[in-house]
């Protein structure tokens, strides 16, 4: 399956929700960097309810060690700034999708070193961002289903 990545998420609910998803869809949940919350605060358990026994999380105090645990994984960095849309992506078993906190994104400079690996969700001009957990849903969807990989799907 792939795995989702969030870089220094700040909002619980968000992060909880991400969660839900991980477990939904059998697909480990990387948490990189600092954190703006416990998971212990209530928005981050009510948003993932009762799936956080079902959500494989790894946590990694930094992006270079989260890269060395992933090693060969291929990252895909999500971002408003990228050139290229998410469609144009060619998604395999193993990927990451890696998606930055809420308030300003990836880091350009982790931007470049993920070159030619980022992408962009189309939007109309006016919207600046989508929300985080939508964001990875699309994400997270897209890949599987260009892998034909769905978990439980009848």
């Known amino acids: ?33 600092r954190l703006g919350f416990s998971f212990r605060h209530p928005g981050a358990r009510r948003a993932g309810m009762d799936y956080w ?3 494989d999380p790894h946590r990694h105090l ?24 998410l469609w ?3 998604f395999q078993e193993g990927d990451v999708l890696l ?10 400079e982790l931007l470049a070193r993920l070159e030619p690996r980022t992408l962009r969700i189309p939007m109309v001009a006016a919207a600046r961002s989508l929300n985080l957990a939508t964001a990875v849903a699309i994400g997270l969807y897209e890949s599987l ?8 799907s009848p």
């Open 1 to 33: 399956m792939p795995s989702i990545a969030l870089y220094e998420p700040e909002i619980p609910p968000n992060a909880g929700n991400v969660a839900r998803l991980c477990a939904a869809t059998a697909s480990p949940l990387h948490l990189i960097g």
């Open 53 to 55: 026994d079902q959500v």
């Open 62 to 85: 930094n992006f270079d060690e989260f890269q060395r645990v992933v090693g060969p994984a291929r990252i895909w960095g999500f971002s408003t700034h990228s050139a290229r849309d």
């Open 88 to 90: 144009s992506a060619d």
């Open 99 to 108: 998606f930055g906190p809420e308030s300003r994104g990836l880091p350009p």
């Open 145 to 152: 289903r260009q892998i034909g990989r769905f978990p439980c």
